[in-house]
C-alpha cells in the first residue's frame, strides 16, 4: 500500500506526462471498450434465457427439402421444417428435454385505432417454457393457447408495449388486431428478450396453431413437403450431444422414411437420400441468424484496427516513460546508492506504469460508452423505436476485457522503460550534469524504433481504410439505372389484412389512380420487389430453345410492375415494348427481360417472341417476351445486376404486397402528408411502411459499410495523431540533446535552413523506415480483405500515394515546431549549459 502511495506521489510531480500517458491510453483502450462490447454482443453473447448453452438447432441436408421452402434471417434451407414434422417430433422429443418452433412474419398491426406495419413471430406452446422466459407482465403463450383452445391470444414484447402503446399498465385482455384479425392481448415479455433470431426481434407472438389467420393464402400446417419452421431444442447438460442427437434420430428415421416412400417429389436416389438423412444437433446458445456472418469480417476489421491503434498509443506511453525515466535518472541513482535494490526500483516503475494504465482503463470506459452511445444512435436512425439489441451498458465479459487490456497494456509499454532505468549505470550517471546519462545512445535508439513502429502501424491502417473509402464512393456513384430524384416510396400489404389476392390487385389499381391525382406527383410506378432494398425474388424457369436439365442455369430472378414502369424510371427500353393498361388478368401472360437474362438464354438471337414458363408450370410455355431494357440493379448496388425478368402485376396470381414509387415536384415532407390521407381514404386500417425517398432507401443499404469506413477513418486518424505526437516527442527530446551542437553550428556560421535540414533529416529517416516497413505489411492485409472491397484494387497506387502524404505532412507538422526551436538556439547559452 505504500508502494501505491509513493508511485501515486511520483505521478502527481509530473501531471502533464501523467495526462499525456491516460489520455494516449485511454482512447486506444476507449475504442477498444467500444468495438470489443459491439463485437461480443453480435457475435459472442448468449441468448438471455435459462441456460442457454444447453441450446440446439436443429438441422438436416438442405438439398433433400424439394417442394415449398420459405426462408428468413434464422436460417437457410437446412434449418427449416415442416409443421407435420415437427409435431411428430414435439411428441416425442427423445434424448431432449424439448423441442420448439417458431418463424417470423411481416404483419399489420392495429391497436387502439392506431396501424403500423410490423412482425409477428408463431410460437409452439412450448417455445417459452423451453426458454425459461418469465413475463414482465400477465402470462406468456402455452400449450394449450397452441392446440387452439379458447380466444385467439397475443403477447407483447417489452419494444412494442414500451415504445409503441406507451407502456400502458391497463394493455392485459385488451384487443389486438393482426391482419384483420383481432386478438387478445394476455402478457408482455421481459425488457432483456428479443426472440430466438439475432436481428428480427419481433413485435408481436402468437399461437403456432393461429398461423393460418395471419397468412390468409397460406396454411402450411397440412404438407410434409412445405418447409418453413425453425426448431430450437434444450439438451439435458448430463447427456452428450452426440448421444441425445442418436436419441432423437432414432424417433426421426421412420418419420422421414415414410416421408420418402409417399413423396412425389424427385427421382429414386433422391428419396433414397432422403430416407437415408438425419438430423444434427447445431449450437443454439446464441440464437438463429444468417446475419452474422455477414458482420464477422466488419467487426473484425474493427477489432484489427483499434488494436493497432492500442499498440500505437503503448508505444506513445513507453517514449514518455523513457523519457520520464531520463529525467530520473539521478534521482534513482542516488536512491541505488543508498541501498534501494535494482529490482525494487524495477518493480516502483513498473508499478507507476500499471497505475497509469489502470487511470487510462477508468478513461477509456467512459470514451466506450460514449462511442457506443454514437453508435447506437448511427444505427437508430430512420427508425421510429430504440435499439435495443446493442446496449452502451458495458457487461461483465466487456468489463474484464477492459480490466485484463489495461493490466497488460501496462506491462507492455511499462516493462522496457522501468528495466532500462533500473539497470543504469551509478557512477555514470551521478558524474553526468545533465541527468540524462541513462537515455545514452541506446535509448535513443529504442525511442526512434517506437516511433518508427508507430508510423508503420500508423500506414498498416491508412492504406486500408482509404481502400474502403474509395471503395465506398465507388459505390456510392454506381448508376443504378433508375432514375432516383424527387421519388418518395412507401410498400402496403393489403394481403395482411385479409385482403384476397384480387381484392389486392384492384386495390393497388385504385391506390396507383388515386396517387396519381394528386397535385404535384408526375408520375407512379408499382413494384412487387422494392428496388435495391436488399430483396430477392428468384424462381427456375423452362426457356424455349434452352437445354432444361439438372445441370443447366436456369435460375432468375423477377419483379412485377405497373405500366409505363420503365419510362417512368428512365430504363432505356432495347428493343420491344414495355408494359402498358392493355397487359391485364384477361390477356395473354408476357414478360420483359434485361440484357443479362437475354445473353445468358438467347445468346446474340433474338429475345422478343420468345417463350418461357415459371417453376410452377413447366408445361406450357405461357409466357411470350414483348421486350428488352438495359440492366439495372436488383437488391444490392454492392452486386452485379442479375438474370431478371419483369411481369405486369396485374397478371401475377398472387401478390399481397407492393412499392409505390411517386416522382413529385413537391418537398417529400408535404407529399407525404398528401399520401397518407389518400391512403387513408382508400382503407384508414392498411399503414404504410418504410416511407421514404427513394435515394434514402437505396443509401440504406450502404448503412453498415459507412460505419465501418467512418470508424475505421477514426480509428486511422487518431492513430496518425499518436503517431505524430510520438514523432514530436522524439524529435523534440533530440533537439535538446544536441542543443550544445546546434550551438557551435550556429556560432560557426551556420543558417537557419542548415539547422532545420538537421532536425528535418531525422524526422524524414524515421518516416522512411515506417513506410517502407508499414507499406508492404499494410498492401499485405488489403489482399486479404479484397473481397470487401468494390471497383478498388488492393494496390491502388493513388490510396498508397495519399497514405504516404498523410503520414509525411503529419509528420512535418510534428517536426516544425522542435527545428524552429532548434533554429533559435542562443551559442552563448548553450556553451554556457554545458
Not at 430504363?571 to 427481360?593: H, Y
Request: aromatic share 8%; proline share 5%.
Amino acid at each position: 500500500m505504500r508502494a501505491i502511495q509513493f508511485a501515486i506521489r511520483t505521478l502527481s510531480r509530473t501531471p502533464v506526462l501523467s495526462l499525456a500517458v491516460i489520455l494516449s491510453l485511454g482512447l486506444g483502450i476507449g475504442a477498444n471498450t467500444a468495438i470489443f462490447s459491439l463485437l461480443n454482443q453480435v457475435l459472442l453473447k448468449e441468448l438471455s434465457v435459462r441456460n442457454p448453452h444447453e441450446l440446439a438447432v436443429i438441422t438436416t441436408p438442405p438439398d433433400l427439402k424439394w417442394g415449398r421452402n420459405s426462408t428468413n434471417n434464422a436460417g437457410g434451407q437446412e434449418a427449416i421444417f415442416s409443421y407435420p414434422m415437427f409435431r411428430e417430433l414435439e411428441k416425442n422429443p427423445a434424448g431432449l428435454e424439448a423441442i420448439a418452433a417458431h418463424r417470423l412474419f411481416g404483419a399489420n398491426l392495429a391497436f387502439a385505432g392506431k396501424s403500423l406495419s410490423g412482425s409477428v413471430s408463431v410460437v409452439s406452446g412450448g417455445y417459452f417454457p423451453l426458454l425459461g422466459v418469465q413475463p414482465l407482465i400477465g402470462r406468456l403463450i402455452s400449450a394449450n393457447d397452441d392446440a387452439g383452445a379458447g380466444e385467439p391470444v397475443a403477447v407483447l414484447s417489452y419494444g412494442y408495449w414500451r415504445d409503441r402503446l406507451g407502456g400502458r399498465g391497463d394493455i392485459i385482455n385488451q384487443p389486438l388486431r393482426l391482419n384483420g384479425n383481432t386478438f387478445t392481448i394476455v402478457g408482455v415479455t421481459p425488457k432483456d428478450f428479443h426472440g430466438t433470431v439475432f436481428g428480427d426481434g419481433p413485435d408481436v407472438y402468437v399461437p403456432l396453431a393461429l398461423k393460418p389467420k395471419l397468412t390468409p393464402g397460406w396454411d402450411g400446417r397440412d404438407k410434409w413437403e412445405d418447409y418453413w419452421l425453425y426448431l430450437l431444442a434444450r439438451v439435458n447438460e448430463k447427456t452428450p450431444r452426440p448421444l441425445a442427437e442418436q436419441k432423437l434420430n432414432a424417433v426421426y428415421a421412420p418419420l422421414i422414411a415414410e416421408q420418402a416412400k409417399t413423396t412425389k417429389m424427385g427421382d429414386k436416389t433422391y428419396r433414397e437420400r432422403m430416407a437415408a438423412s438425419r438430423l444434427k444437433l447445431q449450437d443454439g446458445s446464441r440464437g438463429f441468424s444468417t446475419e452474422r456472418e455477414g458482420m464477422r469480417t466488419p467487426m473484425i476489421i474493427l477489432i484489427c484496427c483499434t488494436g493497432l491503434v492500442l499498440l500505437i498509443a503503448s508505444a506513445n506511453a513507453a517514449n514518455l516513460l523513457l523519457a520520464r525515466a531520463a529525467q530520473r535518472a539521478k534521482e534513482l541513482a542516488i536512491r541505488v546508492a543508498l541501498g534501494a535494490g535494482k529490482r525494487q526500483i524495477m518493480r516502483q516503475l513498473l508499478l507507476e506504469a500499471v497505475l497509469l494504465s489502470l487511470a487510462a482503463g477508468i478513461a477509456g470506459l467512459i470514451v466506450g460508452v460514449w462511442t457506443l452511445d454514437f453508435l447506437i444512435a448511427y444505427m437508430s436512425q430512420g427508425s421510429e423505436t430504440p435499439n435495443y439489441l446493442i446496449s452502451s451498458r458495458l457487461d461483465g465479459p466487456t468489463l474484464g476485457a477492459t480490466l485484463a487490456v489495461s493490466l497488460l497494456t501496462g506491462l507492455l509499454f511499462g516493462l522496457y522503460p522501468a528495466w532500462s532505468a533500473a539497470r543504469g549505470s551509478i557512477a555514470t550517471t551521478l558524474k553526468d550534469d545533465s541527468g540524462n546519462a541513462s537515455a545514452g545512445a541506446g535509448g535513443v535508439r529504442v525511442r526512434r524504433a517506437l516511433v518508427c513502429a508507430q508510423v508503420a502501424l500508423s500506414m498498416i491502417l491508412l492504406i486500408p481504410m482509404g481502400l474502403m473509402l474509395k471503395s465506398l464512393v465507388h459505390l456510392t456513384r454506381t448508376d443504378v439505372g433508375y432514375r432516383t430524384g424527387d421519388t418518395i416510396v412507401f410498400t402496403v400489404s393489403p394481403e395482411l389484412n385479409g385482403y384476397s389476392f384480387e381484392q389486392c390487385r384492384n386495390f393497388f389499381q385504385r391506390a396507383e389512380e388515386s396517387l396519381g391525382a394528386i397535385p404535384g406527383v408526375q408520375s407512379v410506378a408499382v413494384s412487387m420487389v422494392p428496388l435495391i432494398a436488399g430483396n430477392n425474388w428468384g424462381t427456375s424457369l423452362k426457356v424455349e430453345g434452352y437445354p432444361d436439365d439438372v445441370n443447366a442455369d436456369t435460375h432468375s430472378m423477377l419483379n412485377a410492375v405497373g405500366a409505363g414502369f420503365f419510362g417512368k424510371f428512365a430504363v432505356p427500353l432495347i428493343a420491344g415494348r414495355e408494359f402498358n393498361e392493355r397487359d391485364t388478368a384477361a390477356s395473354p401472360k408476357v414478360a420483359v427481360v434485361n440484357e443479362r437474362f437475354a445473353e445468358h438464354f438467347f445468346g446474340k438471337g433474338n429475345p422478343i417472341g420468345r417463350r418461357f414458363a415459371t417453376d410452377g408450370d413447366k408445361k406450357t410455355l405461357d409466357i411470350e417476351i414483348v421486350g428488352v431494357v438495359k440492366n439495372t440493379q436488383y437488391s444490392s448496388i454492392k452486386q452485379k445486376p442479375p438474370k431478371l425478368y419483369y411481369t405486369p402485376y396485374t397478371q401475377m396470381e398472387k401478390l399481397g404486397t407492393v412499392s409505390f414509387y411517386l416522382r413529385t415536384s413537391l418537398p417529400a415532407e408535404q407529399m407525404t402528408q398528401q399520401v397518407r390521407k389518400v391512403m387513408a381514404g382508400l382503407d384508414p386500417d392498411l399503414p404504410l411502411e418504410g416511407m421514404r425517398t427513394f435515394e434514402t432507401q437505396i443509401a440504406r443499404t450502404l448503412r453498415g459499410d459507412k460505419l465501418v469506413v467512418q470508424l475505421a477513418g477514426a480509428f486511422a486518424a487518431l492513430a496518425t495523431l499518436l503517431a505524430a505526437l510520438g514523432l514530436y516527442g522524439v524529435i523534440s527530446y533530440g533537439v535538446t540533446r544536441r542543443r550544445r551542437e546546434f550551438g557551435i553550428r550556429i556560432a560557426l556560421g551556420a543558417g537557419v535552413g542548415k539547422i532545420r535540414k538537421l532536425v528535418f533529416s531525422e524526422m524524414a529517416w524515421i518516416v522512411a523506415i515506417g513506410v517502407l516497413t508499414g507499406g508492404p505489411a499494410a498492401l499485405a492485409l488489403a489482399r486479404l480483405m479484397e473481397d470487401q472491397l468494390h471497383g478498388v484494387k488492393s494496390k491502388d497506387a493513388a490510396v498508397v500515394a495519399f497514405s504516404i502524404v498523410i503520414v509525411v505532412l503529419a509528420s512535418i507538422a510534428a517536426a516544425y515546431m522542435p527545428s524552429r526551436r532548434a533554429t533559435k538556439t542562443n551559442p552563448i547559452d548553450a556553451l554556457r549549459y554545458e
